[in-house]
């Protein structure tokens, strides 16, 4: 299926054929490279660093995907998308897997033709005010400026929650979440609203986060998963079981550190054995290597870890698990057997 | 008449002028205080200027280069200038600043866009300085050919078979345009170097690369970024569009009305949109528009677009100078019996194009400045670095530090090619009477 | 071969499509349609087999669908129950109503400016020379984010007028706030209202609106005859009867009249709750666009005007004084005439330009037509080729109507050549 249009010097050397349709698993292999689409930057969840590496939440489940198919975390290139590009990116086979904090709703499962493959973060949209107000519940914002991160379901959301309370609302809707800040902090709008996390992350990046309350009302649901082209069922179980490996890996209590040994010794856990190959032919049924998972965990953890290390509570975000701690310890994080 | 002792025999030396009217005062009488309202107009503007001087100093020079973070300014700079101090955090550009120049671009290759861009200058010298020697043009050619392979990597047989298309297209039109006129000749031209690409053009790369291996690193147009994408996209697209935007003005001028309609049509479309739908174009419909399958990066989407707005913008200003030359040249042309494609060529084109090269130079700064647009489809050219710097927990809140490195660096550039093109057109009008 | 004038019927050949020049202009304009036609199909093709591909067929039908999103800014009723068409057209009258304002306000800095530049006042000139630099040479989108946070950052929160010892006070006596969410004016309000009428019934406008608008151009007219009668006086007995104060009062005179019969009063803004409630509310991202796109542009029509100006001979000038005219007369019947001849084209390719960079409205979140169609009804809906073909087609009408108001200037004042 490789097409290659030859525009002179100039396009050559960059040009990148692809296939959209066809397996997207040769493609990535022949590649050599995971195509991954992520946020422009979002604190906590993406965001390149001085030498342009990128990290975060979001980019370290890439990470892992592109270590349990090419064997490799850093065999990939990140593809940032704005509300708007992304799942043009994503259709049009720019990218393999976009993961960018992305709601899983009905209409962009169904309408827009594509797989979420599971959730990586349970989020729901709240609000933030300074304390100075004294505002203590949602519906007591009538006639406030809001706020609002354009081009997501958030601004639906909002309009949905004050036309059912009956209260009236100024919407400032605002490209990205730094000039939202912005435009908090100098008082230019009475409250902010986004996802939960995104409030405590920005919240945490305040010079004082204590005169700042988050109001307890969570108007909505947002599942945040990452998700694959509709059509490709092989490609969706790879980043799907990738996703579950990491959660599943947390729960049995293997860990980046001790993934290595576990591997080397099987151990008498025979779910551990099949997840990480040594017992059984999981690998081999998603046709990658038996040691797919190990690499998975290996890239940058178990999802513990990895919610540790860039949103948890000794982050500056700060996020506590709550609704995303293991099924276990009374979240919501349950995945599938590895049988 | 020697004994009249009343006339005075020698000169009298010259006074000095009243100390009012010369040195300092003088000046200032003449320049700053000539009339009361003058007065006015000149305090009114002094005070402007200490007022916007005195909020912006301060600030710019109270400032932390070294900290880490956001926080380590606001502590550094309160420690050092009291707690009241609003200072610059520059330290954020000094730990970003080959992020914002180079975007993703390996560091230890960044030698090769700089040498990319030296070269794309020195290919430009002897066209913008007409002092240099006219030898220098063939030099030139070459450039359109190693600036992309410098700044894409590859294998060094991919400019190469670019290049011999040309040269295909060239013998052919030689060869068929004795046997068969002109016309054919162009014809048989562009054939031979369309086949040439589209199909022998890669497989010849191939073998080439298999008996000599000549090649650097391929970087993907993903790891631009910064004023390297925003030069890159702007130098790509006015290469690039010159010679669209001299066929499409062509086009529009020529009496054949079908042509004349299709140049007309796409000339009005592309300048009567934003530049910014086009850009949507890019970023979401081009894939649509591409037969399935093909797959561009975004970039190299971007660069398509943005090459096909300033060809438009090209096409009037390349109309514009064939309007000026007189109609004399055209009948002079005619006189002398050359054919259509002979008098364009010879007479028309090489005067048309000396008048418009200001302008051509300030269509070039309006599509550098147009450039920055891109951050809004998400590409990391310098404002889209800004955001994703902010993402960085350690630099989030960082505002005016990083928008005013980028209005500064996009100063530098413009402001000197516009000073450039004033050069240009003092001279021209000389040339002229 | 069935198109064949009549004499050289009997020789003709198939080289002569070629070789003739008779035939070859044909030949190339029918090769030329061949080759469009078939790129055009080419292109549709392929989006037809992508669409195809992704299962999403061209459908304007979600137009007509409830958008469910909120505008801040609406000049028309509008609500999160209205349609997407709906939603577009606030936007397009939101994308209007910031490009006349910046064209008016761009014109008026735009000649200060670049009369200031050829002031002989040293420091004003180099100060003007900086503003124009300084604007021209930094990108738009660079000046847009900057106003705005400017507005932001400097201006205080409507919080700060609260209290007993405010931290900020309002202007002129109460009737304006400068806050960083905008500006509050006082709005003009009747107590005996004519109320509103709907046309089409999908948009309401006030009656007093109209009332006003139709007394303004019925004053117009009559100022325009009286000075038609002032000049025919002239003409007659070469002495011109001084009619200002009856032009002036024909033109006011009414209007107070209408607005005292309709009980005009302004309503003032007052802080209530979160925000300042009463009066015409700008907000901060229309000014920051407004003022940014304005100052971008006025330093190109400050150019413009300051080569106008200086292309026009002195000769003109002296000219005019021998044959004995004023200055100020000089100014307005020969210079400026000509000048404008010379300004005008490129003013107007200006307000082409700002109309189309208020396109960068939505980095400000100014709800414009690219942040309402373009923006939030595209991400919605998904409809990416119907949502950027209606904003193309919507600009391009926008362009091509200030293109034929230049056009039709350019050939009414156009010099007549050889």
Redesign the interface.
């Given at each position: 299926m490789k097409k290659s249009v030859f525009l002179g010097a100039l396009t050559v050397a960059s040009l990148v054929a692809g296939a959209?349709?066809a397996a997207t698993l040769d493609d990535v292999k022949a590649r050599g490279k995971l195509n991954c689409g992520t946020n422009t930057g979002l604190v906590g969840f993406a965001a390149p660093d001085a030498n342009g590496e990128w990290f975060g939440f979001d980019v370290g489940v890439c990470r892992a995907v592109a270590a349990a198919v090419l064997g490799d975390p850093s065999a990939i290139e990140f593809v940032p998308t704005t509300?708007?590009t992304r799942?043009?990116a994503l259709?049009s086979g720019e990218i393999d897997v976009l993961a960018r904090n992305t709601t899983w709703t009905f209409?962009r499962d169904v309408?827009?033709?594509f797989t979420f493959v599971g959730v990586n973060y349970y989020d729901g949209q709240g609000f933030m005010v300074p304390k100075?107000l004294g505002v203590t519940s949602a519906k007591e914002?009538?006639?406030?400026?809001v706020c609002i991160q354009?081009?997501?379901t958030t601004?639906?959301n909002?309009?949905?929650f004050?036309?059912v309370n009956n209260i009236s609302?100024?919407?400032?809707?605002?490209?990205t979440n730094a000039?939202a800040q912005?435009?908090y902090l100098?008082?230019?709008?009475?409250v902010y609203t986004t996802d939960a996390s995104g409030l405590a992350a920005t919240r945490a990046t305040f010079e004082d986060p204590t005169a700042h309350v988050v109001l307890p009302e969570i108007i909505s649901k947002e599942p945040l998963g990452p998700l694959v082209r509709h059509g490709d069922d092989d490609w969706a179980d790879i980043v799907r079981w990738t996703l579950n490996a990491l959660i599943a890996a947390e729960e049995l209590g293997i860990t980046s550190a001790n993934v290595d040994e576990l591997a080397a010794n099987p151990t008498n856990n025979p779910e551990i054995n099949r997840m990480l190959g040594t017992e059984g032919n999981l690998g081999e049924m998603l046709g990658l290597p038996a040691d797919w998972a190990v690499k998975a965990i290996k890239a940058g953890g178990n999802y513990g870890e990895l919610f540790e290390k860039y949103i948890g509570e000794n982050t500056p975000i700060g996020l506590a698990r709550g609704l995303n701690a293991q099924w276990t310890d009374g979240g919501l994080m349950y995945v599938p057997p590895f049988r | 008449m020697s004994d009249l002792s009343y006339v005075r025999k020698e000169m009298l030396s010259q006074q000095a002028a009243p100390s009012t009217s010369v040195g300092v005062i003088g000046w200032m009488r003449e320049?700053?205080f000539?009339s009361w309202l003058?007065g006015l107009?000149?305090l009114v503007?002094?005070y402007?200027?200490y007022s916007v001087l005195s909020a912006i100093l301060p600030w710019v020079f109270h400032s932390s280069w070294t900290a880490n973070s956001l926080q380590e300014c606001r502590q550094q700079i309160s420690t050092a200038y009291g707690p009241d101090a609003h200072g610059a955090c520059w330290a954020v550009i000094r730990e970003r600043y080959l992020q914002l120049i180079f975007g993703f671009y390996p560091s230890e290759l960044y030698w090769r866009p700089i040498l990319a861009f030296g070269l794309a200058l020195l290919a430009l010298a002897p066209v913008l300085f007409t002092g240099l020697p006219r030898k220098m043009l063939q030099g030139s050619l070459a450039a359109p050919f190693l600036v992309p392979w410098l700044l894409w990597g590859g294998s060094f047989w991919i400019p190469v078979s670019a290049a011999l298309g040309f040269v295909l297209g060239y013998v052919a039109f030689r060869v068929v345009s004795s046997l068969a006129?002109s016309?054919?000749g162009l014809i048989a031209a562009v054939a031979a170097a369309v086949i040439w690409w589209l199909t022998l053009a890669s497989a010849w790369v191939g073998v080439m690369d298999g008996v000599i291996p000549l090649g650097i690193e391929a970087i993907s147009s993903r790891n631009f970024g910064g004023f390297m994408l925003s030069i890159t996209i702007g130098l790509v697209a006015i290469t690039v569009s010159l010679p669209i935007g001299v066929m499409l003005a062509l086009g529009r001028q020529s009496?054949?009305?079908?042509?004349r309609a299709?140049c007309v049509g796409f000339i009005?479309?592309i300048?009567?949109?934003?530049?910014?739908?086009l850009l949507?174009?890019a970023s979401?419909?081009l894939?649509?528009?591409?037969?399935?399958g093909t797959d561009f990066d975004i970039i190299l989407r971007v660069i398509i677009m943005v090459t096909i707005f300033a060809s438009a913008y090209m096409a009037e200003v390349v109309r514009g100078g064939l309007a000026a030359l007189p109609k004399g040249q055209y009948e002079a042309a005619d006189a002398l019996g050359l054919d259509y494609w002979k008098a364009q060529r010879l007479i028309i084109m090489p005067q048309a194009l000396k008048i418009s090269i200001p302008v051509i130079v300030s269509t070039f700064?309006g599509v550098f400045?147009?450039t920055?647009?891109v951050?809004?489809i998400g590409l990391l050219d310098p404002?889209g670095l800004s955001n994703a710097i902010r993402a960085n927990a350690a630099w989030n809140g960082v505002?005016?530090e990083l928008?005013g490195f980028?209005?500064f660096m996009?100063?530098v550039?413009?402001?000197s090619m516009?000073r450039y093109s004033m050069y240009l057109e003092r001279k021209l009008r000389t040339e002229h009477r | 071969m069935t198109t064949v004038s009549d004499a050289p019927k009997a020789t003709f050949r198939l080289s002569m499509l070629?070789?003739d020049t008779r035939y070859?202009?044909m030949t190339?304009?029918?090769v030329?349609?061949f080759a469009?036609m078939l790129m055009a199909a080419w292109?549709i093709n392929?989006?037809a087999?992508?669409?195809a591909?992704?299962?999403?067929p061209i459908d304007f039908g979600f137009f007509t669908e409830r958008a469910?999103?909120?505008?801040?800014q609406r000049l028309i009723d509008y609500s999160?129950?209205s349609s997407h068409l709906r939603a577009s057209v606030v936007g397009l009258l939101n994308t209007l109503l910031v490009a006349v304002l910046g064209c008016a306000l761009a014109t008026v800095v735009g000649v200060t400016i670049g009369v200031l530049r050829l002031?002989?006042?040293?420091?004003?000139a180099r100060?003007m020379t900086v503003y124009v630099?300084?604007f021209?040479?930094?990108?738009?989108?660079?000046w847009i984010?900057?106003f705005?946070?400017i507005l932001?950052?400097n201006l205080?929160?409507?919080?700060?007028f609260r209290g007993a010892d405010p931290a900020a006070s309002m202007l002129f006596g109460d009737s304006v706030a400068l806050t960083?969410?905008g500006f509050y004016i006082p709005e003009p309000l009747f107590s005996r209202g004519l109320g509103d009428i709907s046309i089409f019934g999908a948009f309401n406008v006030s009656l007093e609106l109209l009332a006003v608008l139709a007394m303004l151009v019925g004053g117009f007219f009559a100022a325009g005859l009286i000075r038609k009668r002032a000049d025919r006086i002239q003409e007659a007995t070469g002495v011109r009867p001084t009619t200002w104060y009856l032009r002036l009062g024909v033109i006011v005179l009414p209007v107070v009249a209408l607005l005292y019969a309709l009980g005009f009063y302004l309503g003032y803004p007052a802080l209530?709750?979160?925000?300042f409630?009463g009066g015409i509310y700008m907000?901060?991202?229309l000014i920051a666009l407004w003022l940014a796109l304005s100052f971008y542009t006025a330093a190109f029509i400050a150019e413009i005007v300051r080569s106008g100006i200086l292309a026009i001979s002195k000769g003109q000038t002296e000219a005019a004084a021998a044959l004995g005219i004023r200055p100020n007369r000089i100014m307005s019947l020969v210079i400026l005439p000509q000048a404008l001849r010379v300004i005008i084209p490129p003013l107007i390719s200006q307000y082409l330009n700002l109309t189309?960079?208020s396109?960068?409205a939505?980095?400000v979140?100014y709800?414009d037509i690219?942040?309402t169609l373009?923006?939030?009804t595209?991400?919605?809906t998904?409809r990416?080729?119907e949502c950027?073909l209606m904003?193309?087609l919507v600009?391009?009408v926008i362009?091509?109507i200030i293109?034929v108001v230049m056009n039709w200037y350019n050939n009414r004042v156009k010099l007549v050549e050889r």
């Open positions: 959209a349709a509300g708007k799942f043009t259709a209409s309408d827009l033709k100075a914002l009538d006639g406030a400026t354009a081009g997501t601004e639906l909002l309009a949905d004050f036309r609302y100024e919407p400032v809707p605002i490209e000039e912005q435009q100098a008082g230019a709008c009475d | 320049n700053l000539s003058n107009l000149s503007a002094l402007l200027v006129g016309l054919l009496n054949l009305i079908i042509v299709i009005e479309f300048r009567g949109v934003p530049l910014i739908t949507f174009v979401v419909l894939n649509y528009f591409l037969p399935p700064i400045k147009d920055t647009l951050s809004i404002l505002v005016w928008y980028i209005a996009f100063f550039f413009c402001f516009s | 070629i070789y070859r202009s190339i304009q029918v030329a349609l469009f292109l392929n989006t087999q992508n669409l591909a992704l299962g999403k469910g999103y909120d505008i801040n999160s129950n002031s002989k006042n040293w420091l004003v100060i630099e300084t021209r040479n930094v990108p738009v989108l660079l984010v900057f705005m946070a932001i950052e205080p929160p409507p919080n700060a960083n969410r209530k709750g979160f925000n409630q907000r901060n991202s189309k960079n396109s960068l939505i980095a979140g709800m690219t942040g373009g923006g939030i595209m991400n919605q998904g990416e080729l950027v904003l193309m600009y391009l362009s091509l293109s």
